[in-house]
């Protein structure tokens, strides 16, 4: 990397150990491999961003849920390390549709523009539930005749390029590289769709979080920043995009 790549990790070191909310992602050439080990010379730095930001539950116990990612770019994808460190990795309902929410899955939240506001019945913004066997939902308007419009959960498996490994020694840490396409509001789902190209100083909406389930319903559900509880209720990102914060692409 650039001595410049290097300067601007050293302040994403200093801004998550301060708490800062907006995030940096910082500029590759080529492309990370996606596939869970994550050895490329791009990974190297330590500008790791904190999850450690409760949504659903208590604070739980560091054996039982540590989780800290970083990000890189480029003009094609957004790319994701996360390192995740999760006693136990529960995967209950065989449907990629059905409560995947209630599954181990890490939880990547896009806003292309940075405009916030309602995602839930339309594409102004992304969920997107990644599942232990690399599956993508998220909820959408339906494009079938019997139930046309109406929020369902769908695959998005062409947006986010996802793979995992898991440490033979202990402690077990799980790595998990993603490589995401980023789309605009004007997304259609089934359609042919072009995603946005990225350029340096882009802001995004962005937010990171893992549903944690220890082999029932989802016990965790632990986040990258704060969020500020509507009727007691942290649980937003899903259908509000204002509780995103910033991701800069350096």
Same mark, same amino acid.
Request: aromatic letters at 10%.
């Given at each position: ?19 800062? &909310? ?24 330590? %500008? ?23 990000? +890189? ?12 460190? %999760? ?16 599954? %181990? ?14 995602? /839930? ?39 986010? %390029?996802?793979?995992?490994? +898991?440490?033979?020694?202990?402690? /077990? ?19 042919? &769709? ?23 319903? +989802?016990?965790? /559900? ?29």
């Amino acid at each position: 990397m650039k001595a410049s790549h290097w300067l601007a990790a050293i302040m994403c070191t200093a801004a998550a150990t301060t708490g800062a &909310n907006a995030d940096e992602a910082l500029h590759i050439k080529a492309a990370p491999t996606i596939d869970g080990v994550a050895n490329e010379a791009l990974w190297e730095g330590n %500008d790791w961003y904190p999850m450690n930001e409760v949504i659903i539950g208590d604070t739980p116990d560091a054996s039982d849920f540590t989780g800290k990612y970083k990000l +890189r770019w480029n003009e094609g994808a957004l790319y994701l390390l996360a390192e995740i460190r %999760d006693d136990h990795l529960s995967d209950t309902y065989a449907s990629p549709l059905e409560r995947y929410w209630d599954d %181990d899955c890490l939880e990547i939240f896009i806003d292309a523009d940075g405009s916030g506001g309602d995602h /839930f019945n339309n594409y102004n913004a992304f969920a997107y539930h990644l599942a232990l066997d690399n599956q993508v939902a998220d909820i959408g308007p339906s494009m079938a005749a019997e139930n046309k419009g109406e929020a369902v959960p769908q695959l998005y498996n062409d947006h986010v %390029d996802s793979a995992w490994q +898991r440490q033979s020694d202990a402690p /077990f840490v799980v790595h998990w590289e993603t490589a995401i396409k980023v789309y605009a509001d004007d997304y259609v789902h089934g359609e042919s &769709n072009t995603p946005v190209t990225l350029k340096k100083g882009m802001k995004l909406g962005f937010m990171l979080a893992y549903c944690d389930a220890d082999g029932g319903d +989802r016990e965790h /559900f632990m986040g990258s920043h704060p969020i500020t509880p509507i009727d007691g209720d942290k649980n937003q990102g899903y259908k509000d995009a204002s509780v995103f914060d910033v991701l800069e692409l350096k």
